[in-house]
């Protein structure tokens, strides 16, 4: 028996439904992961509160919460009125007049002073919503936020926001599985950087890149206060912030791992050996000839120069990258200072 139009179409609309059913289910599973919400909220405070400031975290909530919520005009309010710290609030939508704090802090005493500021500096008058989203987990609050009735508040964590992720369709997970893939991606490291992944990192870089006789006798591992290399170091070498921000900070999780190795005493002999090679890079740097116009282009053609197709190891192009990006965090390479060269 033919089946007739309408019943050929049913199945069709029902098979569709059923494959974006099956679509959707890896889609939440791959955002879950991704956000490294729940399990790994440690690993997400680490990548996004790497200064204890989060100039890190409002361009990538920003973005998030406009492709999850819709928010047309979700600005970071610092970049909006050039100011170093906005005052209570770090994201504002004056259209949907809804305001967002981003905070890794679960005290309420931290709540309570943003609805102090906010009050303060009447921004109730532009946002009749505040919202505290708190990255990781909410505790169960038993004190009460007083507003004043002035504006309402809200209180969000990584769990709310799986939670309304979950309500969205296929095309929108989707669009928000690609956002998370390339906001992220330059964080998609090794999961463990051994000391002889260091080892042999600072052994092709001696070999491929070369050394000179040491000058530097000690390593750099201190800088001048959380926003030394937004304000000073990145400027200085030219380096955009931009970069800086999709190549570099994820890699420096890994900064007291290599710190470790090379302050341990049994490592000597390599400490002498990155600190060579650090200085070789310095006066590549330097070189009249070079002229570099950014250190970017710098990590370009450091790296340009190394030749790893024959060595093994899975990730090793990517380890050498997270040792190279640290020398410049722990300004073993690069300017220091606008008028230090």
Not at 95 to 113: L, M, P, V
Not at 260 to 274: A, H, T, V
Request: aromatic share 12%; net charge neutral.
């Amino acid at each position: 028996m033919v089946q007739s139009v309408l019943a050929v179409a049913d199945n069709f609309e029902n098979n569709y439904y059923l494959k974006m059913e099956y679509k959707r289910e890896p889609l939440i599973k791959g955002i879950t992961s991704n956000l490294a919400f729940s399990s790994k909220s440690t690993e997400l405070k680490n990548i996004i509160g790497l200064f204890d400031s989060n100039r890190i975290a409002q361009d990538f909530f920003a973005k998030l919460f406009s492709l999850i919520f819709g928010y047309g005009n979700l600005n970071e309010l610092d970049k909006l009125n050039d100011i170093v710290n906005y005052p209570a609030i770090d994201l504002g939508d004056e259209n949907a007049k809804i305001a967002f704090q981003i905070t890794t802090q679960t005290d309420g005493k931290k709540i309570k002073d943003t609805i102090k500021k906010f009050i303060k500096n009447k921004l109730y008058n532009k946002y009749n919503r505040l919202i505290v989203f708190i990255i990781g987990k909410k505790p169960n609050y038993t004190t009460t936020f007083d507003t004043k009735n002035l504006f309402s508040l809200d209180i969000w964590d990584d769990s709310f926001l799986i939670k309304e992720i979950d309500k969205l369709d296929t095309k929108k997970l989707e669009e928000i599985s690609n956002f998370l893939k390339e906001s992220l991606q330059d964080y998609s490291s090794p999961a463990i950087l051994t000391d002889e992944c260091i080892k042999r990192c600072i052994q092709i870089l001696k070999r491929d890149f070369g050394s000179t006789d040491t000058l530097k006798t000690t390593l750099n591992t201190q800088r001048d206060g959380d926003n030394f290399i937004e304000d000073i170091k990145n400027p200085a070498n030219n380096l955009s912030w931009e970069f800086f921000k999709g190549s570099i900070r994820g890699h420096i999780q890994y900064n007291e791992d290599i710190l470790s190795f090379l302050r341990d005493p049994i490592n000597k002999g390599l400490q002498k050996e990155y600190l060579a090679v650090s200085q070789n890079i310095q006066e590549f740097y330097k070189a009249p000839t070079n002229r570099y116009s950014s250190f970017e282009n710098v990590f370009r053609d450091v790296f340009g120069k190394l030749n790893t197709y024959e060595d093994e190891g899975i990730g090793l192009d990517t380890k050498l990258k997270i040792l190279l990006h640290n020398m410049y965090f722990n300004c073993d390479i690069g300017h220091n200072s606008i008028n230090n060269d």
